[in-house]
């Protein structure tokens, strides 16, 4: 753990919600992605999808649209042809993303010690359905990119994210382990952020190695 308390601690007092990134920071969604493509096209194809993600949430349009084109982009440069029947398997596995080993208990930790929790993510609401099952109960809101109609980081997405959970940014502690979609816009506009580190490489002031070191942070400063 990173010194961690002492920029935050005021600010962390005042909040009411923490919201969660959930591809990559609470479910594994590379895993699934990757040995899939790598399966059915190839290992080259996998950071061309990743690529082709990154470019197309620039703007929206539903994340299953999103998902095919650039698996099928993918595929092609790697002189694989793909059928709808491909693509809807692979959006499932996608929906199937598995949490990691601190998700559930974790998060079941954190409400024990009164937290309210949230998600909010770059995908439709009925991937998140399915990737939250068996565990939706455990979270106060569900808010999707279907919801906001904007992909993270822009501001519009976190603004009615903010308005859907009667929130102030202030009032916010965004957890990702993604600094760039979640922690540097949120931190921008005023809430508080957690690097979930989880082996990417990225640094952030305040960074924890599990969902259970969050609570033990948080908790210590409520």
């Known amino acids: 753990m990173t010194d961690t308390c002492n920029c935050i601690e005021a600010e962390v007092k005042k909040k009411s919600v923490i ?12 895993h699934n992605i990757g040995s899939f493509i790598e399966f059915y096209v190839s290992k080259e194809a996998v950071n061309d999808f990743f690529e082709c993600d990154i470019r197309e949430v620039r703007s929206y349009r ?3 649209e999103i998902l095919g084109k650039c698996l099928v982009e993918a595929s092609e440069k790697h002189g694989v042809l793909v059928g709808e029947d491909i693509i809807d398997s692979f959006i499932l596995t996608f929906s199937k993303s598995p949490p990691f080993p601190d998700t559930i208990y974790g998060l079941k930790v954190l409400r024990k010690h009164g937290f309210r929790t949230a998600v909010l993510s770059n995908t439709d609401k009925d991937i998140v359905n399915i990737t939250l099952h068996g565990f939706r109960e455990l979270f106060d809101y ?53 690097l979930l580190d989880r082996g990417l490489g990225y640094s952030w002031p305040l960074k924890v190695r599990s969902i259970l070191e969050l609570t033990m942070v948080l908790s210590n400063i409520e």
């Open 142 to 194: 569900i808010i999707t990119a279907e919801d906001t109609k904007a992909y993270k980081p822009m501001e519009k997405a976190f603004l009615r994210a903010y308005e859907a959970m009667n929130i102030e940014p202030v009032q916010a502690i965004h957890v990702s382990a993604y600094p760039q979609y979640d922690l540097e816009p949120a931190s921008r506009m005023g809430a508080a952020t957690v």
């Open 19 to 30: 919201i969660f990134d959930l591809y990559g920071t609470l479910v594994d969604w590379k």
């Open 62 to 64: 539903p994340y299953k």
